[in-house]
C-alpha cells in the first residue's frame, strides 16, 4: 500500500484533487477567534502561547470573527452570552467551525439546573467537536484541534452547511429561549448612562 | 451608642454579632433616619451592600443595609422588612450613590420597587419576563424542564448512589463470609 508521499500523489492525480487540496490547505492553518466565554477560557492562553504552542500545527488566534476559521464555545453559557456568541457566529465566513470545551456545552455540567444556562449548546448552533472535561486541560483541547484537523481533511467537518440546511430548526431554539429578538442590542446605555462609568 | 438609638428609635436592642459587628432591626418608616442618624454621630459613613433574604412562610423581604466605619473598622447591620407581595421601598441613591447598582440588583433578582431611583434597568439578566429568579416561589428545576431539553444519558448510565450500596452490601457480605469461614477453621 502507497502511504506518505506516494499517496497524496495519487490522490492529487484523482478526480477529487481539488477538494482534496482545499481541505489539505484549510486544515493546517485554522485561524481561531480570540473569543472566550465562561471559565474554559482561562485555559486558551496558554494552548496558543509557548508553552503548548498551538501554532506548530497552524493554529493561531485571529482578532476579528470575519477572518476567524474556528470558535471556541468554551465552558458555560448563558442565555446573555449565547446572543453574542449566535452573532458572531454568524458573523464568520465559511467555512466555519465550532469547537464546544468542558462538560457545560455537553450537559450542563454543574449548571445542569441553572435557570440561565443552556444545556446542549448544538440545539442553537452546529458543533464540529466537543472536548470533555471540567476544564479539559490545554492537551485535551490540542487533542480536540488534531481531531479536527482530521475531520477538515477527510471533508467530514461541514457544520456550516447544517447550520444553513437546518437555520430554522437552529433559529425556533434559539427563539425559544431568547425571544424573538435574538441579536443583542449594541446600545452601550450602561457606558452612556450619566450615574453610571 | 446603644442607649441613644434605643431612646430615639424605640426599636429593640442592638444585638453585638461580632466583635466588629452590631445589628439592629428597625421600622420601614424609620430606617433611613437610623441610617443618617449613626452615619452623622457615629461615621458610619460607606455602604457596603444591601442585601435582601426572602422569608416566604413569613410572607416579607428583609432587607439589610450594611454600613461600616473604616476609621474603626466596624460594621453596623440595619435590618427593616417589607411586604412580599407589593414589594416597596424609598430608594437610598440620595444619601449614597452607590447604591444604585446594589437596588439594580435586587430589583432584578427579587423583583422590588425602589422609589426614587430611576435607573432599574436589568443588570445580568436580558429580556427576563418570567418570575425574578431569587425569590424562592421561583422553582428553578421546574423552569428548567420546561424551558431546556437534557442530553439523554448514556445506555450504560448507572444510578451511582444505589451502584454504591450495592457493591458496598457485596462487600459486606464477602468479609462476613470470610470471618465466619475463619472462625470455623480456628474451632477445629
Not at chain 1, 160 to 169: R, T
Not at chain 2, 32 to 61: K, M, P, R, V
Request: negative net charge.
Amino acid at each position: 500500500m502507497e502511504t506518505g508521499f506516494l499517496k497524496e500523489q495519487k490522490i492529487l492525480e484523482s478526480e477529487n484533487s481539488v477538494d482534496f487540496l482545499m481541505n489539505w490547505f484549510r486544515k493546517r492553518s485554522i485561524f481561531v477567534l480570540a473569543y472566550g466565554t465562561g471559565c474554559g477560557a482561562i485555559e486558551m492562553p496558554p494552548t496558543f502561547t509557548s508553552r503548548y504552542d498551538a501554532e506548530r500545527l497552524g493554529i493561531r488566534g485571529s482578532a476579528t470573527p470575519r477572518q476567524a476559521d474556528v470558535i471556541i464555545v468554551s465552558g458555560y453559557c448563558s442565555y446573555k452570552t449565547l446572543r453574542r456568541i449566535i452573532r458572531t457566529y454568524e458573523q464568520m465566513s465559511n467555512p466555519k467551525y465550532v469547537l464546544a470545551l468542558g462538560s457545560c456545552t455537553i450537559n450542563g455540567g454543574m449548571y445542569w439546573d441553572s435557570y440561565n444556562t443552556i444545556k446542549k449548546l448544538e440545539d442553537y448552533l452546529p458543533v464540529d467537536m466537543y472536548v470533555n472535561g471540567c476544564m479539559p486541560r490545554p492537551e485535551s483541547i490540542l487533542e480536540g484541534f488534531i481531531q479536527l484537523q482530521k475531520d477538515i481533511g477527510d471533508g467530514k467537518a461541514s457544520s456550516w452547511e447544517l447550520y444553513e440546511k437546518n437555520y430554522d430548526f437552529y433559529r425556533k431554539n434559539q427563539e425559544a429561549i431568547l425571544g424573538k429578538v435574538v441579536e443583542p442590542s449594541y446600545e452601550a446605555d450602561w457606558y452612556l448612562y450619566d450615574g453610571g462609568l | 451608642m446603644f442607649d441613644s438609638i434605643k431612646n430615639n428609635f424605640a426599636t429593640f436592642d442592638v444585638e453585638v454579632k461580632r466583635d466588629d459587628l452590631y445589628k439592629v432591626e428597625v421600622n420601614k418608616d424609620r430606617v433611613f433616619e437610623l441610617i443618617d442618624f449613626i452615619g452623622n454621630n457615629y461615621e458610619y459613613q460607606t455602604l457596603n451592600a444591601i442585601t435582601c433574604t426572602d422569608w416566604i412562610e413569613d410572607e416579607h423581604f428583609s432587607i439589610t443595609y450594611m454600613l461600616t466605619s473604616l476609621d474603626r473598622k466596624h460594621t453596623f447591620m440595619v435590618q427593616t422588612t417589607i411586604n412580599r407581595n407589593k414589594a416597596k421601598i424609598k430608594s437610598l441613591t440620595d444619601r449614597f450613590a452607590q447604591a444604585e447598582i446594589m437596588e439594580r440588583d435586587l430589583a432584578e433578582m427579587y423583583g422590588i420597587d425602589f422609589i426614587g431611583n430611576n435607573n432599574l434597568k436589568e443588570l445580568s439578566l436580558e429580556n427576563w419576563i418570567h418570575t425574578p429568579p431569587l425569590r424562592r416561589e421561583f422553582d428553578t428545576l421546574e423552569f428548567v424542564n420546561e424551558h431546556l431539553t437534557f442530553r439523554e444519558g448514556r445506555d450504560d448510565n448507572v444510578d451511582t448512589k444505589a451502584e454504591a450500596k450495592r457493591l458496598r452490601a457485596l462487600k459486606k457480605a464477602q468479609k462476613e463470609a470470610e470471618k465466619k469461614a475463619k472462625e470455623e477453621a480456628n474451632g477445629k
